[in-house]
């Protein structure tokens, strides 16, 4: 068996989702597995040329027939999960989905109150309830994807959950009806292609590809406090359940750097000339605007830095530049100071003279990656 890791190493938006598909066309018997995040990623995969999905619920390999597991690590959203999968249905797909019955269940509940505390907190949700989800799971209010299993077992949990986030000082505004409504049309599915699982077995499938979701400057050690994920969206999560180092990782970063929500970013002041037409974030929701400035090799080196205690001789470690033919000038910040090249063979033989350590760096181009180039 043969494990690869697809991890963001910037503010998540690097295109992993490309990268996940693309491997999974180019090796056999694989499986997606999700180890961190949950429902709020976003991760965009197009497929010759025809159909576009943005992936959230499932893994990005789908379009390619490949199932996607969902670890322990991940949250679900049973009403996310049925919509995507009346999408992907219409679509043509019938996708596979494994899922651990420890995974934490993000209820309305959890979306409500997340965005009620955003309001105040400033601190750039997406507003879909994971990082609410974690810190409730974390008070003992456990709801999990095995309880699914059980309707009586999950509405009395589901009350005792409204004792918890509702007082008189609160108008209740969320109901359950509606929820658990979703909850059974999704139990239904479970005697088809979606499966709660416990002892999962890898070793069923030849190749295992990790899908990160945000990226290791979001990660709750290494990212910058409040401004974080409340997960570990590196290497960890899969050494726990893999028992060990990836064969391969690709770290993912675009040729310039991107931010969804609030929270430190660097270069803003650098004016930079992109123009990406197959760019599917917006400024919209709770997050608001949707940033871009120059690379910043400073970041990158850091966020690199923190996962080398991981890493032994036995792994090869990629570097994967993404969107870089979106760029008209090629820069990056090193030091505080800006390099700035005319073409883009400078620009990438520096950034590979500053990641010495890195095995390969390749260079993946809009909107597909079928071809990753290696630098």
Wanted: proline fraction near 3%.
């Amino acid at each position: 068996m043969k494990a690869i890791a697809v991890i963001g190493a910037g503010f998540g938006d690097e295109g992993k989702g490309k990268v996940v598909s693309n491997l999974c066309s180019l090796h056999q018997n694989p499986l997606v597995v999700r180890f961190c995040g949950g429902q709020q990623a976003g991760h965009n995969v197009m497929l010759n040329k025809d159909v576009h999905h943005t992936f959230s619920n499932f893994g990005s390999g789908t379009l390619q027939g490949v199932p996607t597991y969902w670890s322990r690590f991940c949250t679900i959203d049973p009403v996310g999960i049925l919509n995507e999968l009346d999408l992907l249905r219409a679509k043509g797909f019938n996708p596979v989905l494994f899922i651990d019955k420890n995974c934490p269940i993000t209820t309305p509940f959890d979306k409500e109150w997340g965005k009620r505390k955003e309001s105040f907190n400033n601190h750039g949700t997406c507003g879909v309830g994971v990082g609410q989800t974690y810190e409730r799971e974390s008070s003992f209010y456990s709801i999990t994807a095995y309880d699914l299993l059980f309707s009586s077992i999950l509405k009395i949990k589901l009350d005792q959950l409204t004792k918890y986030y509702y007082s008189d000082n609160y108008q209740k505004i969320t109901t359950t009806q509606h929820f658990l409504r979703d909850c059974e049309a999704l139990r239904e599915e479970f005697h088809g292609s979606i499966k709660i699982c416990e002892n999962f077995q890898l070793t069923n499938y030849k190749t295992i590809i990790f899908e990160g979701a945000q990226g290791l400057l979001l990660d709750q050690h290494y990212g910058f406090f409040p401004n974080v994920t409340r997960g570990n969206t590196g290497l960890k999560n899969i050494i726990e359940i893999l028992g060990s180092i990836p064969d391969e990782i690709y770290y993912v970063t675009r040729a310039y750097q991107t931010r969804h929500g609030n929270g430190p970013m660097t270069n803003k002041e650098i004016q930079i000339d992109i123009n990406n037409p197959y760019e599917k974030n917006t400024s919209d929701g709770l997050q608001g605007e949707f940033r871009k400035s120059i690379l910043d090799l400073d970041l990158l080196k850091y966020a690199l830095g923190k996962e080398r205690n991981f890493l032994t001789k036995n792994n090869q470690v990629n570097l994967l530049i993404t969107c870089l033919d979106v760029l008209k000038e090629f820069k990056f910040t090193l030091n505080g100071k800006i390099f700035d090249y005319s073409k883009e063979e400078e620009f990438l033989s520096e950034i590979k003279d500053n990641f010495d350590w890195i095995d390969n760096i390749y260079v993946g181009r809009s909107p597909f990656y079928d071809d990753l180039e290696k630098v």
